[in-house]
């Protein structure tokens, strides 16, 4: 039986469909994109939203600067459904249909946090507009698209927090998508991909949820590491502007450094 069955939406993710898919994908602007909705199944999608872990139950929390949210990836401590939507999105059968949207060869999602996860944020969250990393490293593997899926029910315009798509000059934001229930968003990482949201305003007893996975092929020729890069946004005080830029600056010159020499396990320590 396909892993697929009974987890994802297959009257929508099937080869049927690839073609349709693979036409969206690749002439969404500002970069390229694909939003599909009612991705998991129904059934699938109620459970996630009503056993989604609690932040208290999240590996890392972040309260920075560019970004307020929580991460855990130990979807083994997590209701059973966890699991089952993780091994969905990396069988070889999803795998390959994903491989045929967006023309991407030997793509593989890593089975550490750096793969796959979820995110959580509580009233106030937000995540700065940024690239992601380049390549995975510990595994150098070159990172080359992000698939979430949104878990929130009843979502309102005005709670903000919609996912944000950027020119590559960080000058204006050319997309919109609200994180709605069951929601998956589909997008290549490059070195332009400019992406984050803006703090969210929602009740004290409700969060912003949502399943993360990010896929890597091997690395091609030309390909260099950088870590996540922030950059603020055009409305933001000349003093944040200032100082995204020195963090920037420094955090990325560190870990280049590591990245050369090879020391693994710091990154292993410290991620």
């Not at 109620?46 to 056993?51: G, P, T």
């Not at 999240?58 to 307020?68: S, V």
Request: charge should be neutral.
């Amino acid at each position: 039986m396909s892993l697929l069955n009974g987890v994802l939406n297959t009257d929508l993710i099937n080869p049927a469909n690839v073609a349709k898919y693979k036409e969206e994908f690749n002439r969404a602007k500002p970069y390229k994109h694909l939003v599909i909705d009612n991705f998991l199944a129904p059934a699938v999608a109620d459970s996630l939203f009503n056993n989604f872990p609690k932040m208290t139950e999240l590996r890392k929390h972040y309260k920075g600067l560019n970004e307020q949210k929580s991460e855990g990836s130990s979807f083994g401590e997590y209701h059973g459904d966890f699991v089952k939507v993780l091994e969905a999105i990396k069988c070889e059968e999803f795998v390959k249909m994903l491989e045929q949207i967006v023309q991407i060869d030997d793509l593989l999602l890593p089975d550490d946090h750096r793969g796959a996860g979820v995110h959580q944020g509580k009233n106030g969250s937000f995540l700065d507009i940024h690239v992601d990393f380049s390549i995975h490293p510990i595994l150098n593997m070159h990172r080359r698209l992000n698939l979430l899926i949104y878990l929130n029910k009843g979502w309102k315009k005005e709670y903000g927090g919609h996912l944000e798509l950027w020119n590559p000059d960080v000058s204006i934001c050319e997309k919109e998508v609200m994180p709605s229930f069951n929601r998956c968003v589909i997008f290549e990482t490059t070195d332009t991909s400019y992406h984050g949201y803006d703090t969210i305003n929602i009740p004290e007893d409700q969060t912003r949820k949502s399943i993360y996975s990010y896929y890597y092929s091997p690395v091609a020729d030309g390909v260099k590491y950088h870590d996540t890069i922030f950059k603020p946004r055009p409305s933001d005080s000349a003093i944040k502007k200032t100082q995204t830029h020195a963090k920037e600056t420094l955090k990325n010159g560190v870990k280049k450094t590591l990245q050369k020499l090879g020391i693994k396990s710091i990154f292993k320590k410290f991620e």
